[in-house]
């Protein structure tokens, strides 16, 4: 790293201090849709950083300094704890979904993971059952205490996918070692399926895989009514992407609700796939 690069990083470490007593924080949900019937099958809960001078801030430019640093372990335990809450109001109001939450591989090995969320799940009233996490497959260090936290939130009700699969290493052990529920393919494949005949056949091989393995497979990064089909075509369970919805507010997820479930059915759905 170069002078001026770690003067940026120690600049937003310093702000991301601020940010977490300011409360700079909030949550974007994205909807995660079965791509056979249209219907919302989860939301995604997307971290965003509100700076009062920088305005907006991608979290592709803080995450990273924020598990450098360890400020990731009271950034992610804000994010379990919002999500939690915002599933519950929401279920106050009738609408229930399960939410997505990211979590960082420090969380793991720099924290009692468990124990972090047993306590949100008992303070916000959540069921498990409503509560998801997705790891990246980055987590090398120490698998058995990983493995072992994942058996326990899994015995709580909680679901496990991989996220971003196919980018990391090792992605077979995960398979073989980790209690999961769900792939996720990373963006990068879908995004150039209909122009590189490569990407083509890793996201159909990651589909059998997981079909294989008796996971759900869920495409993330849809952008085209193309990639839409071809991954109906090719029996891809669950879908997100800014074709049907980019991540929004909690407010506005719940009114546009509607229309953005209405979008697998007005495109596509080609013959045979609706009712497999
Ligand atoms: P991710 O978990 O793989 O999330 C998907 C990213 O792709 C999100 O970017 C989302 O807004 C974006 N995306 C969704 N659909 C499309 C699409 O159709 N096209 C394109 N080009 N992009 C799409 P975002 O919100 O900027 O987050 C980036 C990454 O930052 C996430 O990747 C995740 O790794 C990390 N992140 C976000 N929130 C959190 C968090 O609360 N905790 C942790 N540890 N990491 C987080
Ligand atoms: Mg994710
Ligand atoms: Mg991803
Ligand atoms: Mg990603």
């Known amino acids: 790293m170069n002078e001026s690069n770690f003067l940026i990083d120690k600049e937003i470490e310093i702000e991301l201090k601020k940010a977490i007593e300011q409360n700079q924080f909030s949550l974007h949900y994205q909807p995660k849709l079965d791509l056979r019937t249209g219907e919302l099958v989860g939301v995604e809960a997307l971290i965003r950083w509100n700076h009062p001078r920088w305005g907006m801030v991608s979290p592709e430019s803080f995450i990273r300094i924020a598990e450098e640093t360890g ?56 069921d ?65 399926l209909h122009h590189q005949p490569n990407d083509e056949a890793i996201v159909k091989t990651i589909i059998s895989i997981a079909h294989n393995l008796n996971l759900k497979v869920v495409a993330e990064g849809i952008e085209t009514k193309e990639q839409l089909i071809f991954l109906q075509q090719h029996l891809c369970d669950q879908g997100q992407g800014y074709f049907f919805s980019k991540p929004m507010p909690a407010t506005e997820l719940k009114e546009k609700l509607f229309d953005v479930q209405q979008v697998v059915n007005d495109h596509g759905m080609p013959e045979g796939t609706r009712n497999r």
């Not at 979590?103 to 124990?115: G, H, W």
């Not at 909680?158 to 996720?184: M, Q």
Request: with cysteine.
């Open 128 to 192: 498990p059952h409503f509560l998801e996490l997705e790891l990246t497959e980055s987590l090398k260090s120490d698998m058995e205490h990983t493995i072992s936290s994942l058996q326990q939130l899994k015995q709580l009700g909680i679901s496990i996918s991989i996220d971003d699969f196919g980018t990391g290493y090792s992605s077979f052990n995960y398979l073989k070692e980790f209690p999961i529920d769900t792939l996720k393919i990373d963006q990068s494949f879908v995004k150039e």
């Open 71 to 126: 400020l990731i372990i009271p950034i992610g335990e804000w994010v379990l704890l919002a999500a939690c809450r915002q599933m519950v109001n929401w279920q106050h109001e009738g609408f229930f979904t399960v939410v997505s939450v990211n979590l960082s591989p420090k969380q793991f090995s720099n924290s009692n993971i468990v124990k972090t969320i047993e306590e949100v799940l008992q303070k916000t009233g959540l």
